[in-house]
C-alpha cells in the first residue's frame, strides 16, 4: 500500500490549505484514514481521522475549522484546513487503516509526511 499525500505549504495566520492523500494498492477495504500531526518537540497527535460508516473525530483544537472528507472511489482524503493558527504548525502524516486482498487481518500504513507552517 501507497500513501500519496500533498497540499503541504507556508500560510499566514488566517489563511487555508487543503491536504490531499490518496492510497493505492492492494487495497480491500478501508477501515479508517485521516491525517496525525507532529510538531516540534511534540508527540504525533490525531487530527482528523474518517472511519467505516462515515463517522469523523476531530481533535478538539481544530473542531470548526477543519474539514475531513473522503472519496471512495478514489481511496482519497482531503482536509481544508481554515483559519489556521501558528500552532497548527508541523508535519502532517496520512494514515490509512485497511483490509488487504488476500490477507487477514487489519493493516496500518503511514504517509511519509508533508509540512504545514502557518507563520506571518
Known amino acids: 500500500v501507497q500513501l500519496q499525500a500533498s497540499g503541504g505549504g507556508l500560510v499566514q495566520p488566517g489563511g487555508s490549505l487543503r491536504l490531499s492523500c490518496a492510497a493505492s494498492?492492494?487495497?480491500?477495504?478501508?477501515?479508517?484514514m485521516g491525517w496525525y500531526r507532529q510538531a516540534p518537540g511534540k508527540q504525533r497527535e490525531l487530527v482528523a481521522r474518517i472511519n467505516r460508516g462515515d463517522s469523523t473525530n476531530y481533535a478538539h483544537s481544530v473542531e470548526g475549522r477543519f474539514t475531513l472528507s473522503r472519496d471512495n472511489a478514489k481511496n482519497t482524503v482531503y482536509l481544508q484546513m481554515n483559519s489556521l493558527k501558528p500552532e497548527d504548525t508541523g508535519v502532517y502524516y496520512c494514515?490509512?487503516?485497511?483490509?488487504?486482498?488476500?490477507?487477514?487481518?487489519?493493516?496500518?500504513?503511514w504517509g511519509q509526511g508533508t509540512q504545514v507552517t502557518v507563520s506571518s
Open positions: 494498492g492492494t487495497i480491500s477495504s478501508i477501515d479508517a
Open positions: 494514515n490509512v487503516l485497511a483490509s488487504l486482498r488476500g490477507r487477514l487481518g487489519l493493516w496500518d500504513y
